[in-house]
């Protein structure tokens, strides 16, 4: 079928499940105050549903539930309490998981049910009649108590492939019941776009105005998105996903792809207006929530997603950049970035510098190329460290950073365990470090413990200056690597850091390099928090 034969719809809901279905992601432990915080960019962004967890299911979605009564204040979301059908032979009126259901209070509910005749006989071990009974008498139950009903039918791909009339019954079931959403899921994630979209062409004629019909895809074959756009063409008019595509096994359909894919692409109304800028914000703050380090190749919100190597193109590119980049970045909120390496010449520095909205006069932009060629012979690699670089540059034409000023600095690692007897305090190795530093006119002095020399020097520095920069306390690493560049050397050779750093909005990198690791990461360090004030100051 080809593009002019299909009618797109003029709105696509978009429906969260960061909360339940994202942190289903191993390595995922996210607290009830991280789920309000999500909840909150999620509403800030603007999605139309926020799926936020099972209640009953464990204590935590429990106290999410309580509290989210008082403490959330959604502007533009629809909070939404998923469960599941009854039980089999059960009683709607007696069913705990209904129940907790309920007693979530929310106005939208979602409830899962079998769709694949074989969950039906196998797993639930029951007939197909009680297996469409299930889903319908639940669904009635809910509709008779006022809520907004999202069927979420599972293994529907599958099992539509297994036994169509069987998937459709229980479809129809629900239907019939008063249910306001059936969302067809590709549970296993197997699914290919070609097939999404005629199931789903299917489902919608079938049904026709009786219903609308949602998606909710995972990414097993990596086409979460492609099935989602799919869905869509086959007349979805909800899809269901994660921001950063976080979920299970390989996760779930990423919102942070389909939204300005539906939007800028499609020319479907999905944010409310002026709600796609706040995207990469969104995906970077949440990642931090997350406390995983954002993919940087990711579409649209990735650090590298509109990143131009510096070479033959980029006085091209600055020229006209919609000849190189297929949206604009602004519009949904990040930014065009030239990187530079040793390759760099003149023309790029100054392109950087008009990123960065630095004046740079002729003998400044020679002195960075030769300050850059001079390092990055010495190991730096400000490819990678875009933070660093652009405070070289600052430093290069003359800036010098206001905030704080360091003496010395001190760390001491200690292994106590030899010592320690019965009685004594826990064993092992711990690390000590000692800033001396100026803020102005005054001299403080802090001395903090770490798990690791560079964990100390964090914190021994945050505590020197405690109460003095508000935007410290919003800074933190998020990621720290360390090489070794002369190998035939062996712990004699070279060390480059790279630190990792956000503030819940951005991420930056910073480097250091030196034969000692300790003085490496401190120059990864302290660039990566003059970086943190220096952001801070220019956004106010
Ligand atoms: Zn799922």
Redesign the pocket.
Known sequence: MSTSDVTLPNRVEIYD?TLR?GS?LEGISLTVDDKLRIAEQLDWLGVDHIEAGWPGANPKDDELFRRAKTELHLETSTLVAFGMTRRVKGKVDSDDTLRHLVEAGTGTVCIVGKCWDYHVLEALDTTLDEGVAMVADSIAYLKDLDRVVMF?AEHFFDGYRANPEFSLRVLEGAVQAGVDRLVL?D?NGGSLPADVEETVRSVVSYFGDDVAVGV???DDTGCGVANALAGVRGGATQV?GTINGY??RTG?CNLTTIIPNLTVKMGIETLPPGRLERLTPVAHHVAELVNMALNPQAPYVGTSAFAHKAGLHVSAIAKRPDAYEHVVPDSVGNGTRFVLSELAGRSTIQLKAKELGLELDGPTVNQVVDTLKHLEHEGYHFEVADASLELLMRRTAGWEPSWFRVESFRVITDDASPTTSAGEAPDGVTTEATIKVWVGEERLIATAEGNGPVNALDLALRQALAGRFEALDRLHLTDYKVRVLDTDKGTGAITRVLLDSTDGEASWTTIGVSENIIEASWQALSDSLVYGLLRAEVRQ
């Open positions: 499940t279905d289903q979420d899921c549970t909710h895809l995972h269901q979920g299970e779930n």
